[in-house]
């Protein structure tokens, strides 16, 4: 089980709002290392896809559409 549950890219919950520190998130992108929400990992992924680039840390957090239940 995780022991960090807030999601130091977005805020949310590790590993989603739903289940928060019920398991494992995402580790980042950036730095192969911090855990983030699957959520933002998702996002990562698209983004370096997309654009080649992805958001630093130091503009952490950052502001994610929230997905409509």
């Known amino acids: 089980m995780s022991t960090t549950t807030q999601c130091p890219r977005c805020l949310g919950h590790i590993p ?4 928060p520190g019920a398991y494992a998130g995402a580790l980042s992108r950036v730095d192969n290392t911090t855990e983030i929400c699957s ?4 996002e ?3 983004q370096q896809y ?11 957090p950052v502001t994610r559409e929230k997905e409509d239940s």
């Open 16 to 19: 989603n709002d739903e289940h």
């Open 39 to 42: 959520a933002c990992g998702t």
């Open 44 to 46: 990562e992924g698209l």
């Open 50 to 60: 997309s654009q080649q680039t992805l958001t630093p840390i130091s503009e952490w």
